[in-house]
């Protein structure tokens, strides 16, 4: 309610609701710092006056507003709560029914119906007019209750309110004005109103709703009679009552006090008659330092004539005729105590009014008397202190013992009196005695029952004879009470027993020896004579049947309670026990077998409840009991079920043990009603009885442990329409019972709360459909999943128990707007509960959108924020799993693009707790959720222990561990005490020594339970920072640009980091905390670079731009942005360098965020950048060591190499080691690359001499051979473990960054790497290309066999590339190293080039391109000199064939910017430039002997591999007409990529005024990237759409270029081939030029062929076709051009000039 605003709805129940919380909120919560104003509350309290004057009278029926709302049928009527509305002729009726019964308006009541209609999801399966019956007496009910609150605040001079000082003085104020006016009389005249007349009112009018609303109804009734006695007794305890009212009191109680069922007074006169003790109460005097002034406020100080007054009316001269009542004995003692008080007090007061005070003050000894001969202290014990309402109500203790003490103390001579007139009674009693006469008065019951406590009280000491006669003396005292249908000597038998055992648990060795049978004789008489005959027996009282079976089963619950399990209770198989098992085995046996005792039980909780659910519970103390025990007794056995079934196991005896969790399914009765069922219908009675509903949820909880019982519930429940409802409004109304009135009842309420929390989260992980889901308000009848969750009434959906949890979390954050609230153990619970609810697939959907419909409810408890450093546990539990929650919450919203619910929770996550308040990085809620946050716990000081051994109590402390459920461990105290006890109990010593070592077991325990302190504690943080981290990891995956822009994104990053490294010290941090924070750490800097790489991309900037913008200017990198990122370096690296002690996991955290760091600063540019120009020159792609970085990226990286060299050769071996070291697998992956990234950025780093100088750098070569065996396994087609194969690659990636400069390739080079590969035998097992599963797809997690052995291929391959880019081709050493390693796995070459084909897979082909560059380059005249021999020539050979092969371009089909398109060109470029190579070398050597020349036959065919008998010279012969072809075929091809750059580039330039129709179109046939288009929003769409263009134009600029290169390419070699072969033509005739030796190819071609190359080279170098190919070199370098218009103008010589 908000209590700015008065009440729109003036029914009969809505206002009085909200004033009862009104005043609930200012009275009891001030303390708790309310912020409303005071004036409101004065506001609310003014509107309401009337209604507190004209109490529980309604307002009047009006003739005319009966005629407008019957109009409302045909015209309609204006109403508060729904406007303009018709009304239906039944709701008229209703509502003039209701009015002439209450003489109420019409409109109220109309009013009232509408609210009854709101409500009835509330409650279920009653009608309109019932449940507005029933709101309108709960309404009264508000109403009351609200006065007596504002009367008890009055002050005054027995209490007082904790309230702020102005609350109190205007409610003071106030409530003066009230009883002034008439309000206690009022009051009074309420109370007179029988209670019968209403009922017979609602009998007339069948307005009676059902017998179980109906006793509801009748207790709303009596506790609004309760609240209005009790409000006269706060007004009365406070301020004493005025004389009208105090006559009238004492007059009406004298004449009709009202009693309960057992003959003391009920309730409400109990409340009045106090209120008249009270009234007569002046022992404030001497009770309070400043009493005088307190008794100046009383009326029988401030009336002067009401003493007198009072004195005329209690003498006992006055009416002597008057019959004597138990009442007016109790006031003439009180009057007379008050009197003799005042005699006492200052002269001030007896001085003030007229002198008839100071003479009525000698009446106080009369009164007294008169008193004592009216049989006062009779009437105290027999009406007042037998009613069980004295017992819980401390104000009526206390007025009691101020009136006995003062007795006592202020009337000594009358206390003497009495004792004399004792004396004189128990003299004459023994006189009786000795003359064989009974005495006047002798109870013989309490003879009886001090015979009892003498025989049972000694009966641990006592022989068998003795017990036996006991017992039959018992059994004869049972046969002559059956026939006096009275039990005192067996309630009192059970009575003492009760008390016995329950004062010490029972020895465990009582019933052995000497001490047999034990109890066995009184468990017998209990279960056998008194508990099973019970139902049976015949009762004067009916009351009497429960008192029985209440203390039988209050005493089998507690030898339950005190009874473990064990096998030595089970007797021997052949021959007597020692010993007697204790009371609880033989009792538990019954109740795991179909025995009488089950029976019992289970019918007596079916009868039980069905008496409490049919009448009034005032009446049902003993029923109550009953339940309360039977519910206990099932719930115990069957918690000692499995421990029961182990021991009989351990025992080994054969006893038929069916299980109370079989039994307890059995229908039973003539009702065949079900138990489970039963428990769960008393929970209806949560309200009036919470312990019962306490303890049905736990025996619900552990029956429903097995899944057939929770099945069977289910069935029984769920499937039933006539009983679904009710279950479940059931456990609804136990989660909404006020926690009020004594403490047991409060702790009873809260217990039943937090079990039904508790049997949900049991329940939920049940495969669907089961409990959980029906009582949460999910369909069985469909995919829970797709169940539609609405507020109750919304569709007529019921209200369930996840609105009631909701709203008591809702309540929770409402209670107190700072973060100092405290949640409880059902918070936490119901927290938790809400997470697992929206983490679990088919309960999330539906749940989700309920929360969202609740304003968000995620979105503003996480807003809650608490103090994290004062916190108790379950506070930060709770949080955490509010944190976890919306995580789920994030996820959800945005993988189904939920723009409005991720919103909310972005607002709350980066927004100030406080609403309204504007963007605010430092304050934002993500942040302060993890600033306070102990990120460790202090270890507890062990003890010094005086009589253990240290090590061997570490040792068996150890051994009680137990797993919580938030993943660690605390230690089972009540095993430590087992354990210690045994020892103790085992121990030989004098009993000091036995109690100093008793004494150090309390040590110890002590010690324990701080432990588990602290490891709950340790537990819980970790539990909560996890959920922080997953709800920070989640949010920044999923936030759209749109919510949280990049700069938004950049910023907050950027602060958590900081945040996180600054508050984790790397040494003393969880190590549970450092795990989850090093992983943090990196998804953040993933999360970072990913947030670089898009605003890159938006930016469209170039790299050097961009930077500027994103870290600042050149100028202030170091002072500004820069800062925030030396720190995050520092402090991963601090964290590195001390993080060797620690987790696997946490050191490849570590590296990973380090590589990820590296990667920002070292970025490379993406084919979905903006193109831009490459800042590499010919020298850096050589030696990388020579490249001259930007002057931005020459800032930042020379941050990360300042802050690197800061560390010093210490990090440096700790990576080193890391690489080379035995760690884990995936620790010396990341290691090796973030070695691999440090080098790339500073390629002369030290760090080169620290791998080579110690040793690292061979270690990492060797290692290469020892990864031998592991590479041949993972080539299996199921390998164990792939492991080996990353590991390999990492390494392989460090050597060839490391050969990047000349150094460190020379340093490569000559630590033998090469010779290593050369003896990997891995590599000798290419997969046959042609079987099926070469060509098979890579599974979601295991590559193919064929992609395996690419991993190990490819990357040895580019090794060999980038030793020769460093080195050189012209470096002798490097090239025969190389064609060593070729050579050594020739098999594997050889496979490689006769397999591949244009149109082979990409991975063949990428072999190919890697393997063709390494073979191009090598092909140099010094190689194949030092080499010559028929392995070299056979794979030139391959390589010539493959050249012929790759003539012919890819399939049509093939896309214009795919892979393949890429390999195809790169294997052509290296083709054509080792043919080159080939035929320089060839055409400077001279013969070798009569096999160099080649011969006709040994050609291959055209479209085949070379056979095994062609030689070098063949393939160079073809090799002109491959470029020729080729020069042909690429030419076209260049004009096809040009236009297609052309097209992509214009789609490129139009995507701003594109629909997402032709976006859609743009991306068709590419992987997910329609789903892509359409799942994002139009922003993210063009943004998906240019990046996936941008790549696109990326690739079709790369394979132009490549198509080029080889067109270039083409052309040299064809001018190569023409000048050898065709110029050597012409120079056999004229010697005119200089050329080459003729060699046996060039005498070969010096004839016909010669003029065929000719001929062939007229047709195709026509002048348009050299126009076009000069046209495609216009955009390069003049130098290049230059060097075409060359090449093509020297061929065209050749061709005029041959002589042929």
């Known amino acids: 309610m908000d209590l700015n605003e008065g009440t729109t709805t003036e029914d009969l129940w809505t206002p009085y609701k909200e004033l009862v919380a009104v005043v609930e909120c200012y009275l009891t919560n001030e303390s708790e710092g309310t912020p409303y104003a005071v004036h409101t509350f004065e506001s609310v309290l003014r509107r309401h006056k009337q209604t507190f004057l004209a109490l529980l009278k309604n307002p009047a029926k009006n003739a005319a507003s009966r005629e407008e709302i019957k109009r409302g049928i045909t015209e309609g009527v204006n109403l508060p709560s729904v406007g303009r509305t018709f009304l239906s002729k039944e709701l008229v009726d209703e509502a003039i029914i209701i009015s002439d019964m209450y003489n109420a308006n019409e409109y109220a009541c109309l009013e009232l119906l509408h609210t009854a209609q709101r409500q009835s999801p509330t409650q279920p399966g009653l009608a309109r007019g019932l449940l507005a019956i029933i709101l309108y007496y709960e309404g009264r009910r508000a109403l009351v209750q609200a006065l007596r609150e504002l009367v008890m605040a009055r002050d005054g001079v027995s209490w007082s309110v904790n309230a702020r000082e102005e609350i109190i003085i205007y409610v003071t104020r106030y409530v003066d004005h009230l009883i002034s006016d008439g309000l206690l009389g009022n009051v009074l005249d309420a109370l007179r109103s029988p209670l019968d007349n209403e009922i017979d009112l609602l009998r007339r009018n069948r307005a009676l709703p059902p017998r179980r609303y109906q006793v509801k109804l009748l207790s709303c009734m009596q506790t609004t009679r309760k609240l209005l006695a009790g409000t006269v007794f706060a007004a009365s305890a406070q301020r004493g009552l005025e004389r009208d009212i105090l006559l009238r009191l004492l007059s009406e109680e004298s004449t009709s006090p009202s009693r309960g069922a057992t003959g003391a007074l009920d309730e409400i006169s109990l409340a009045l008659q106090m209120a008249l003790l009270y009234a007569l109460d002046l022992s404030v005097l001497h009770r309070r330092e400043d009493g005088e002034e307190l008794a100046k406020k009383l009326p029988l100080i401030q009336d002067p004539d009401l003493i007198s007054v009072l004195l005329d009316e209690l003498s006992p001269v006055s009416h002597p005729e008057s019959k004597p009542s138990g009442l007016r004995a109790l006031c003439q003692l009180a009057l007379g105590l008050a009197l003799s008080a005042l005699k006492r007090a200052p002269v001030s007061l007896l001085k003030k009014g007229n002198e008839s005070r100071c003479e009525a003050l000698d009446q106080d000894e009369v009164l007294?008397?008169?008193?004592?001969?009216?049989?006062?202290?009779?009437?105290?014990?027999e009406m007042i202190l037998s009613s069980d309402v004295v017992a819980s109500e401390e104000y009526y203790q206390k007025r009691i013992h101020s009136l006995i003490t003062d007795f006592i103390v202020l009337m000594h001579s009358k206390l003497m009196e009495m004792r004399v007139k004792a004396d004189e009674s128990a003299r004459a009693a023994q006189m009786y005695a000795a003359e064989g006469l009974a005495p006047p008065a002798a109870p013989t019951c309490v003879c009886v029952g001090v015979g009892v406590y003498l025989c049972v009280g000694v009966y641990v000491n006592v022989s068998v004879v003795s017990k036996c006669k006991m017992i039959i003396i018992l059994t004869i005292g049972v046969q002559v009470e059956c026939r006096m249908e009275q039990y005192p000597l067996s309630l009192a038998f059970l009575s003492l027993l009760d008390s016995l055992c329950s004062a010490a648990p029972l020895?465990?060795?009582?019933?052995?020896?000497?001490?047999?049978?034990?109890?066995?004789?009184?468990?017998?008489?209990?279960?056998?004579?008194l508990a099973l005959p019970a139902p049976h027996r015949p009762y004067v009282e009916p009351q009497d049947k429960w008192q029985m079976l209440a203390l039988c089963f209050r005493l089998i619950a507690r030898w339950l309670e005190q009874?473990?399990?064990?096998?030595?209770?089970?007797?021997?198989?052949?021959?007597?026990?020692?010993?007697?098992?204790?009371?609880?085995?033989?009792?538990?046996?019954?109740?795991?077998?179909?025995?009488?005792?089950?029976?019992?039980?289970?019918?007596?909780?079916?009868?039980?409840?069905?008496?409490?659910?049919?009448?009034?519970?005032?009446?049902?103390?003993?029923?109550?009991?009953?339940?309360i025990s039977t519910l206990q007794i099932l719930e115990r056995a069957l918690a000692l079920e499995r421990p029961l079934t182990a021991a009989a196991t351990e025992a080994n005896r054969a006893v038929m043990l069916v299980g109370l969790s079989k039994l307890i399914l059995a229908p039973l009765g003539p009702e065949k009603s079900d138990r489970l069922v039963t428990c769960c219908r008393v929970l209806q009675l949560g309200c009036a009885v919470p312990a019962a509903a306490a303890r049905a949820v736990a025996l619900l909880c552990r029956a429903l442990q097995a899944p057939h019982c929770a099945r069977h519930l289910l069935e029984c429940v769920a499937l039933t329409p006539h009983r679904a409802p009710q279950v479940r409004h059931g456990f609804v109304e136990c989660l909404e019972a006020e926690e009020w009135g004594s403490p047991e009842n409060v702790a009873a309420t809260r217990q039943a709360k937090e079990g039904i929390v508790l049997l949900l989260l049991q329940l939920l992980p049940a495969a669907p459909h089961n409990l959980a889901h029906f009582l949460l308000g999910y369909q069985l009848h469909d995919d829970v999943s797709r169940s539609a969750l609405h507020e109750a009434g919304v569709a007529g959906a019921p209200r369930t128990c996840l609105h009631s949890i909701l709203d008591i979390l809702d309540t929770y954050i409402a209670k107190n707007g700072s973060a100092e609230r405290e949640a409880s153990t059902l918070v936490e619970s119901c927290y938790r509960l809400l997470y697992w609810l929206v983490a679990r697939p088919a309960t999330s959907p539906p749940a989700l959108r309920l929360l969202r419909a609740r304003d968000y409810f995620l979105a503003r408890h996480v807003k809650a924020t608490i103090n994290l450093e004062s916190a108790s546990t379950a506070t930060l539990s709770a949080r955490s799993w509010v944190l976890r929650a919306c995580a789920c919450e994030a996820g959800a919203a945005g993988g189904a693009g939920q723009h409005a619910a991720l919103a909310a929770l972005l607002a709350a996550l980066t927004r100030s707790p406080h609403d309204h308040a504007p963007q605010d990085w430092e304050s934002c809620v993500i942040r302060t959720s993890l600033e306070a946050l102990p990120m460790s716990v202090a270890p507890v000081a062990e003890p010094r222990w005086e009589l253990f051994h240290a090590n061997q109590l570490r040792h068996a402390i150890s051994g009680c561990d137990l797993p919580t459920g938030l993943g660690g461990k605390r230690i089972s105290v009540s095993r430590v005490h087992a354990l210690l006890a045994r020892e103790l109990a085992a121990l030989r010593a004098s009993a000091p020594q036995r109690n100093l070592v008793a004494g150090e077991i309390q040590k110890v325990l002590d010690y324990v339970t701080e432990v588990n302190k602290q490891r709950n504690l340790a537990a819980t943080l970790t539990h909560y920072y996890d959920s922080w981290r997953q709800l920070t990891e989640i949010i920044f995956c999923v936030a759209p640009h749109d919510l949280l822009s990049l700069d938004s994104k950049k910023t907050l990053l950027l602060n958590i980091l900081q945040d996180l490294l600054n508050k984790i010290p790397p040494a003393e941090v969880l190590p549970q905390i450092g795990n989850l924070a090093s992983g943090t750490v990196l998804l953040l800097l993933v999360n970072l670079r990913h947030c670089y790489i898009l605003q890159k991309r938006e930016s469209n900037l170039k790299s050097s731009e961009f930077e500027t913008t994103f870290f600042g200017p050149s100028n202030q990198i170091m002072q500004t942005k820069s800062l925030t990122l030396k720190f995050i370096l520092h402090k991963i690296l601090s964290w590195i360098l001390v993080s060797g002690g620690s987790t696997q996991k946490m050191r490849v955290n570590l590296y990973g965020a380090l590589l990820n760091f590296l990667n920002i600063v070292n970025l490379k540019p993406s084919a979905a950048d903006p193109e831009e120009e490459c800042n590499s020159t010919y020298v850096s792609r050589l030696d990388s060591s020579k490249s001259r970085p930007s002057k931005e990226e020459s800032s930042l990286k020379s941050m990360v190499v300042e802050v690197i060299s800061s560390f010093g050769e210490n990090l440096c071996s700790i990576v080193c080691s890391d690489c080379v070291g035995g760690g884990h697998d995936v620790c010396r992956m990341v290691a090796l690359s973030c070695l691999d990234t440090l080098i790339e950025i500073n390629p002369g780093t030290d760090w080169m001499n620290t791998l080579n100088n110690q040793g690292y750098l061979r270690s990492l070569i060797d290692s290469l051979l020892q990864d031998d065996e592991g590479l041949k396994e993972a080539l299996e087609p199921n390998p164990k473990t792939l492991r080996v194969l990353y590991v390999y690659e990492s390494k392989l990636a460090l050597l060839i960054k490391i050969s990047g400069t000349r150094a460190g390739a020379e340093t490569v080079l000559a630590g033998g790497a090469l010779a290593c590969l050369a003896n990997l035998r891995a590599l000798h097992a290419h997969p046959d290309t042609h079987a099926p599963a070469a060509c098979a797809r890579d599974t979601a997690f295991l590559p193919s066999v064929s992609h395996r052995f690419r991993q190990m291929l490819v990357p040895a391959l580019a090794l060999c590339d980038a030793l020769l880019t460093t080195l050189g081709t012209q470096n002798h050493s490097c090239a025969l190293h190389i064609t060593h390693f070729l050579l050594s796995h020739a098999e594997c070459v050889d496979v490689v080039l006769r397999s591949t084909q244009p149109n082979s897979p990409s991975g063949l082909l990428s072999e190919a391109a890697a393997l063709t560059s390494v073979l191009a380059r090598t092909a140099e005249r010094d190689v194949v000199r030092a080499c010559a021999g028929a392995p070299l020539r056979r794979l030139h050979a391959l390589a010539h064939a493959l050249l012929a092969r790759f003539q012919a371009p890819p399939r049509a089909d093939a896309p214009a910017d795919s892979d393949d398109q890429l390999l195809y060109y790169k294997i052509v470029c290296n083709l054509l430039l080792f043919a080159r190579n080939t035929i320089d070398s060839e055409a400077w050597s001279a013969p070798s002997g009569p096999g160099a020349a080649s011969s006709p036959g040994a050609?291959?065919?055209?479209?085949?591999?070379?056979?095994?008998?062609?030689?070098?010279?063949?393939?160079?012969?073809?090799?002109?007409?491959?470029?020729?072809?080729?020069?042909?075929?690429?030419?076209?091809r260049l004009h096809a990529h040009d236009k297609l750059l052309a097209t992509v580039q214009h789609q490129l330039h139009s995507v701003p005024a594109m629909t997402l129709t032709d976006m859609k179109k743009l991306v068709e046939g590419e992987e997910g990237g329609e789903e892509a288009v359409s799942a994002a929003r139009p922003a993210e769409a063009r943004a998906a759409v240019v990046a996936r263009l941008r790549a696109r134009a990326h690739v079709r600029r790369e394979v132009r270029a490549l198509c080029a290169h080889a067109l270039h390419a083409a052309l040299y070699l064809l001018w190569a081939h023409t000048r050898i072969y065709l110029r050597a033509a012409f120079a056999a005739h004229t010697n005119r030029y200089n050329v080459p030796p003729r060699t046996a190819v060039s005498n070969a071609m010096a004839g016909e062929e010669a003029l065929q190359l000719r001929n062939s080279l007229v047709a195709v170098f026509t002048d348009r076709f050299t126009d076009e190919l000069l046209e495609t070199a216009k955009n390069e370098p003049q130098m290049q051009r230059g060097f075409l218009e060359v090449l093509v103008k020297d061929l065209k010589t050749m061709i005029q000039f041959a002589p042929v």
């Open 368 to 381: 007294v008397d008169a008193a004592i001969d009216g049989e006062v202290f009779e009437y105290l014990d």
């Open 507 to 529: 020895p465990r060795t009582l019933g052995a020896g000497a001490r047999r049978p034990g109890l066995d004789p009184y468990v017998e008489h209990v279960v056998g004579r």
């Open 563 to 627: 009874y473990e399990p064990s096998a030595a209770d089970f007797p021997p198989p052949h021959h007597e026990p020692d010993s007697n098992p204790p009371p609880g085995f033989r009792l538990l046996m019954f109740l795991h077998t179909n025995s009488e005792l089950l029976r019992l039980v289970l019918t007596t909780l079916d009868e039980a409840y069905e008496l409490m659910d049919k009448q009034p519970l005032e009446d049902q103390k003993y029923v109550q009991e009953t339940l």
């Open 1499 to 1532: 050609a291959s065919s055209p479209g085949g591999a070379s056979s095994p008998g062609g030689t070098v010279e063949d393939g160079t012969r073809r090799a002109g007409a491959a470029a020729l072809q080729l020069l042909q075929r690429m030419l076209e």
